[in-house]
């Protein structure tokens, strides 16, 4: 799924991108969640200033409305804006020495609530209340036909300077280090070999998934229709990533393939604590993918630049990979799921699929429309029982406006399912954030059984001798 939209001057009205439009229709309205943690009281005086200065020239899209023109056509529309409109103070009862529950409690409600059609596609909330972790919360709440998580939080991540010397770039952990010509050369000849056993396999199984092959009902998928519309709780693990990186370094395979591994025990663990036999269930996450040839985000003026190297949009894809199954989960070896998810994700990397879902919803578009497109998407989200997505942070500590942040993460909201979790990395911690449909999910005990999930493949890391 991809959108080319790039930069516009103010007497253009460029047309919105196919995924945009999907993002943004009768079927589905999909927004992100950025949440910042301050370590410090939040004084919101700067806050128009640096929205005008800062945050509206960095894409048109933040100044503009999508609009129809008289041939039917959806355009992005620039607009002047009243940044008043945007900015939001919530008021909570005085004489509180935490304010967690009125936190979590307004940030599922904006998780749901939906944005104004008649103004640009974002707003900006301002906690000024200490919570157990944080002196103040800033959240950003985004609509995904803005663009995908790489547009977005590079967007966001402009705005921001390091705590440490702010005349410096943030920096971002680093992909792993290229394979030798010999090692590529039989890589590529064996990837050549499976990779379109996997296409065929992997195309066909999205296509039933998203039509027919609907999971079963769990402690994870209620199966209600309009779930998108309920409240959620956002609940958060987070783990050391010098942790994360001993246990890839004692089994293989990348830091996606541990914390796969650690949500899918965690989810093990979670059903069978709800009385539920994970065996007898199709249990399956719709993995979003990033689609772009880059390693890390851009700056401010490599994203304005006329010709960028990579485009502002929606260019990201998603594949289907089932949770593994586990006979006697919390007696079997914690590893096996760290091996299981490891396996999964190379043979699901090793094929075309995404990229043939892409041309097959483009091809669906130009035919039926794209609001039965939408439909479609929509029905691919509600047959699966959660999404997961990850983005990376800086390594370095944050500064907006003069607040240190001591901790951020994101979430993806308004999509038919009871929960949808998210991972993002920041100054050598990995969050993993679980949005979890309010009186079905026990976030709490999903929470700890992802606690658990981490503390034993940890231990049977150390234990291993292999």
């Given amino acids: 799924m991809e959108g080319k939209d790039q930069c516009f001057s103010s007497d253009e009205e460029p047309p ?18 950025a949440v910042f943690e301050s370590e410090i009281p939040i004084d919101d005086s700067p806050t128009i200033e640096t929205l005008e200065s800062v945050f509206l020239p960095i894409n048109p899209r933040f100044s503009s409305i999508m609009v129809k023109d008289k041939n039917g056509v959806t355009r992005w529309r620039k607009v002047t804006v009243n940044l008043e409109d945007h900015i939001n103070i919530p008021s909570f009862p005085p004489k509180l020495e935490h304010y967690d529950k009125y936190v979590n409690d307004y940030i599922s409600k904006i998780a749901y609530d939906q944005l104004s059609q008649s103004k640009p596609l974002w707003e900006i909330h301002i906690i000024k209340y200490p919570t157990k972790t944080a002196q103040g919360t800033l959240v950003f709440k985004l609509h995904h036909s803005l663009g995908d998580g790489f547009s977005l939080m590079g967007a966001l991540f402009s705005c921001v300077r390091r705590a440490d010397d702010p005349s410096k770039p943030l920096t971002f952990p680093s992909h792993k280090a290229k394979k030798s010509q010999k090692e590529a050369f ?179 578009r130009k035919i039926r429309g794209p609001e039965v497109t939408a439909k479609y998407i929509h029905a691919t989200l509600k047959n699966t029982s959660m999404t997961i997505s990850n983005l990376i942070g800086p390594l370095e500590q944050m500064i907006i406006a003069g607040h240190p942040v001591k901790s951020f993460h994101f979430m993806v909201v308004g999509v038919p399912q009871s929960l949808t979790i998210t991972v ?11 949005g979890a449909q309010q009186g079905f999910i026990n976030s709490e005990l999903l929470t700890s059984c992802m606690t658990i999930s981490f503390e034993r493949i940890l231990e049977a890391t150390k234990l291993n001798k292999t």
């Fill in 424 to 434: 993002v990395s920041y100054m050598g911690k990995l969050k993993v954030v679980m």
């Fill in 186 to 364: 039989w890589s590529g000849t064996i990837r050549g070999m499976s990779m379109g056993v996997n296409t065929f396999r992997d195309f066909g199984w999205s296509l039933w998934k998203s039509t027919l092959g609907k999971d079963d009902l769990s402690p994870m998928r209620s199966g209600e229709i309009g779930v998108e519309f309920r409240p959620i709780n956002i609940c958060c693990n987070e783990f050391g990533l010098d942790d994360i990186k001993r246990i890839k370094d004692k089994l293989g395979g990348t830091i996606n393939d541990v914390i796969s591994g650690v949500i899918f025990y965690g989810l093990h663990l979670y059903m069978l604590d709800c009385g539920h036999d994970p065996n007898t269930s199709k249990v399956t996450a719709l993995v979003l993918l990033n689609t772009r040839n880059v390693t890390s985000y851009q700056t401010l003026e490599e994203l304005t630049k006329p010709k960028a190297k990579t485009s502002w949009g929606n260019n990201f894809g998603f594949l289907h990979a089932t949770v593994p199954k586990c006979e006697n989960a919390k007696e079997a070896d914690p590893l096996y799921f760290v091996t299981a998810a490891r396996k999964l994700i190379k043979s699901k990397r090793n094929s075309l699929s995404v990229f043939l879902t892409g041309k097959f919803l483009e091809m669906m």
């Fill in 16 to 33: 919105v991108s196919p995924t945009g439009q999907y993002f943004n229709s009768s079927a589905l309205s999909v927004s992100i969640l």
